[in-house]
């Protein structure tokens, strides 16, 4: 088993969802990076996801195509990124996911960039531009260096293709819940359940939600449907306006504490 699917089952085998914040990294400068990793370490999260600031963010809204906008702004790459998480690798204990889209880790070199994954204690790998179709060069290059590829399944996926997606998927299946970018949803699709149904039937990894998850109830509410969330936008804005309370209340709730989360 790999360190990011433990992480997340040692989380839902006491009866708590697994959480995983994202955020931009150096939203806020580079030298934000490592007091934030380290505060969300603090809340025992169970993984985070690091984003890569990028021009092209296709899947992306506007909450983190304007983070990601503040962090090119500030003068993050893909270089110092892995630079920063390499310098203090000895404090982070909690499993690190990058999401990057392709041309980033091509420029870097699929070789190199696997090498600078270890270096900087990153245990798994998000490219929502690669289709399954053409990830086995990208699972072939991170697998022997003990880093997952995380496929994403979207709601429009037939089932034939779901059950190859989550088969092929490694740490966790990245449930999609809307069809569209990531951002704040108030309404969800209706048949959510039955779609969560037949991926955890399917999926021999926890099945993770995400996209547009932003409140405490909806960490609930969506957390139910499999073994956690994953939360973006919601994060890198609290993140932003420096409120930590809120970033509090929405993993509170991922361990059933919605009281908390109300503060
Ligand atoms: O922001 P949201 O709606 O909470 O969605 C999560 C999401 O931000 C994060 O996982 C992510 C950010 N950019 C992405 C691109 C593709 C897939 C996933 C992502």
Redesign the pocket.
């Given at each position: 088993m790999t360190t990011l699917q433990q992480a997340i089952e040692q989380t839902t085998v006491t009866g708590n969802k697994a959480f995983i914040p994202?955020i931009m990294a150096g939203d806020g400068g580079l030298e934000t990076l490592k007091p934030t990793i380290l505060q969300l370490q603090q809340m025992e999260v169970t993984a985070i996801?690091v984003?890569i600031p990028f021009t092209d963010?296709v899947?992306?809204?506007p909450?983190?195509e304007q983070a990601g906008e503040r962090a090119l702004a500030a003068g993050v790459t893909l270089r110092k990124v892995f630079e920063t998480l390499a310098s203090f690798k000895e404090e982070i204990h909690v499993p690190l996911v990058v999401?990057t889209y392709f041309n980033p880790v091509l420029a870097y070199g699929l070789e190199a960039f696997a090498e600078a994954c270890v270096a900087g204690g990153v245990k798994g790998l998000?490219v929502?531009d690669v289709p399954l179709e053409e990830s086995t060069i990208l699972r072939e290059t991170l697998n022997p260096h003990g880093i997952d590829l995380v496929q994403?399944v979207s709601l429009t996926s037939p089932p034939e293709r779901i059950a190859r997606i989550a088969a092929a998927s490694q740490g966790f299946v990245?449930a999609?819940t809307v069809n569209g970018i990531?951002?704040?949803r108030t309404k969800f699709a209706h048949d959510l359940k039955e779609h969560f149904a037949h991926l955890l039937e399917v999926s021999h990894i926890p099945v993770l939600a995400?996209?547009?998850?932003?409140t405490p109830e909806q960490v609930v509410s969506m957390g139910a449907l499999g073994d956690g969330v994953?939360?973006?936008?919601?994060i890198?804005t609290a993140l932003h306006e420096g409120n930590l309370t809120k970033v509090e209340a929405l993993v509170s709730a991922s361990k059933g504490d919605l009281e908390k989360s109300t503060l």
């Amino acid at each position: 088993m790999t360190t990011l699917q433990q992480a997340i089952e040692q989380t839902t085998v006491t009866g708590n969802k697994a959480f995983i914040p994202y955020i931009m990294a150096g939203d806020g400068g580079l030298e934000t990076l490592k007091p934030t990793i380290l505060q969300l370490q603090q809340m025992e999260v169970t993984a985070i996801e690091v984003g890569i600031p990028f021009t092209d963010p296709v899947a992306d809204g506007p909450t983190i195509e304007q983070a990601g906008e503040r962090a090119l702004a500030a003068g993050v790459t893909l270089r110092k990124v892995f630079e920063t998480l390499a310098s203090f690798k000895e404090e982070i204990h909690v499993p690190l996911v990058v999401m990057t889209y392709f041309n980033p880790v091509l420029a870097y070199g699929l070789e190199a960039f696997a090498e600078a994954c270890v270096a900087g204690g990153v245990k798994g790998l998000i490219v929502p531009d690669v289709p399954l179709e053409e990830s086995t060069i990208l699972r072939e290059t991170l697998n022997p260096h003990g880093i997952d590829l995380v496929q994403l399944v979207s709601l429009t996926s037939p089932p034939e293709r779901i059950a190859r997606i989550a088969a092929a998927s490694q740490g966790f299946v990245y449930a999609v819940t809307v069809n569209g970018i990531t951002g704040a949803r108030t309404k969800f699709a209706h048949d959510l359940k039955e779609h969560f149904a037949h991926l955890l039937e399917v999926s021999h990894i926890p099945v993770l939600a995400g996209f547009g998850i932003s409140t405490p109830e909806q960490v609930v509410s969506m957390g139910a449907l499999g073994d956690g969330v994953i939360v973006g936008s919601a994060i890198v804005t609290a993140l932003h306006e420096g409120n930590l309370t809120k970033v509090e209340a929405l993993v509170s709730a991922s361990k059933g504490d919605l009281e908390k989360s109300t503060l």
